[in-house]
């Protein structure tokens, strides 16, 4: 395993870097087919993923596991049924300010590795690229943090944490006498601590390029930013608090967050592949926000776990009654963000990541829509706005052939 993986800053920046909003140009279609029995021979240095080529990317997102330490999330043997009847949605239209193109076209343009569209229950559009398939497990980036949130929400039904307005420091006491001493969890999940931190990448003075990332020393690093603001009323993006939300959470329960993924959700809900969950350091705990590895069907159960409200399929309550409604509130700091959710106005949520990771949830319409992808840069705005017009697309595409089926219409 690359020794860089542990000693330099920027590796641990470049897995955490799950929401940085940067560049806008669009991305290349650049990202090529790559038979997976060849991925090793085009593997490059974890500690430069936000740089790597194309091919690096292609077999580095899909096998993580092999390039850093990570922990297994165990799946069951009883999988989520997933039946399929799928329609033609290839040339469906998508629309934005600047740009015009079909789905067909949006999946070359922005390398997707795999997108899937699940409408009540089912299946209805399901495609692979770059050499992809169903048992491929592709990189998370940021969408781990959605999952982190979920999590929160079962460690408070199994009475771990009693309420999301406790105090950060209840659990983390090592942050006691500092700045978090007025933060709760919610604050947290909502981006809204009210600690200084700049996350400005293109500044080498930035505390994302200059904090250092092993558990303890994050810990020492934030206890002595200074606060800015009143907890609960600025949203600030800061990387470092939601692995401080992992961490929490890995207190509260007294286990890994790999493990209890798995005897909460993972099995019990059934997930159909093992995933891989990326650690801050070798034998230490997950990333709460980032870099969770599993296959595109599985990220799309994810979704459809959030959907039904965090019940499982014999009615069994993973999570508190509401608290997917909670946790996709329009926070005080932010509307457009929940605990650790993007909202995407109405009553649509999605998870993101950085390089195009994402799954979209329409509860008014019953969609999920799971997607991998390879983009050429780590967050443009273009090519997010032109994914969450992709989601519009085939959540309204998909509605309009539900109507048409039921008047008779095939």
Excluded: C
């Excluded at 700045?179 to 999940?189: C, F, G, Q, V």
């Excluded at 959030?306 to 309550?317: E, S």
């Excluded at 994402?358 to 019953?366: F, R």
């Amino acid at each position: 395993m690359p020794e860089q993986w542990f000693t330099m800053n920027k590796t641990i920046a470049a897995l955490a870097l799950s929401l940085l909003i940067g560049m806008s140009w669009p991305a290349l279609a650049d990202a090529p087919f790559i038979d997976p029995v060849d991925d090793a021979q085009y593997f490059g240095e974890p500690d430069k993923q936000l740089f790597w080529t194309p091919q690096q990317q292609v077999s580095g997102f899909r096998n993580m596991e092999k390039l850093s330490p990570a922990r297994k999330v165990a799946a069951g043997d009883n999988p989520y049924p997933l039946p399929e009847r799928y329609k033609d949605l290839g040339h469906v239209q998508i629309i934005t300010d600047n740009d015009r193109l079909s789905v067909d076209d949006y999946v070359v343009q922005q390398n997707v590795a795999g997108l899937v569209v699940v409408k009540d229950g089912t299946v209805v559009y399901e495609r692979y690229e770059l050499g992809n398939g169903p048992g491929t497990r592709w990189i998370s980036y940021s969408v781990a943090k959605s999952v982190t949130s979920l999590l929160v929400g079962a460690a408070i039904q199994d009475g771990y944490i009693t309420s999301v307005d406790e105090p950060v420091t209840d659990y983390l006491p090592r942050l006691k006498n500092s700045s978090y001493d007025e933060s709760t969890i919610r604050n947290l999940l909502q981006m809204s601590s009210g600690v200084e931190w700049d996350e400005d990448y293109a500044d080498p003075e930035s505390d994302i390029n200059t904090a250092p990332w092993d558990t303890l020393s994050v810990y020492e690093y934030l206890r002595n930013k200074p606060r800015t603001s009143e907890p609960g009323r600025v949203f600030n993006y800061n990387t470092a608090e939601t692995n401080l939300v992992g961490t929490l959470l890995r207190s509260a329960i007294g286990n890994n967050l790999s493990i209890y993924l798995s005897e909460k959700i993972w099995q019990p809900f059934g997930m159909e592949h093992d995933a891989y969950w990326v650690l801050s350091e070798p034998g230490g705990g997950e990333f709460g926000g980032s870099s969770l590895n599993a296959t595109l069907r599985d990220f799309a159960r994810i979704g459809l776990f959030a959907l039904h409200n965090g019940r499982l399929r014999d009615g069994t309550k993973v999570l508190p009654d509401g608290w997917m409604r909670e946790s996709v509130t329009p926070s005080t700091g932010y509307d457009g963000y929940g605990y650790l959710w993007w909202l995407s106005g109405g009553r649509a949520y999605r998870a993101s990541g950085i390089f195009g990771q994402g799954i979209y949830i329409d509860p008014a319409a019953n969609i999920v829509i799971a997607i991998h992808s390879a983009w050429a840069d780590a967050s443009a705005d273009s090519d997010r706005a032109l994914q969450v017009a992709l989601f519009d697309a085939l959540s309204e595409a998909v509605g309009e052939l539900t109507t048409s089926r039921r008047k008779g219409i095939r």
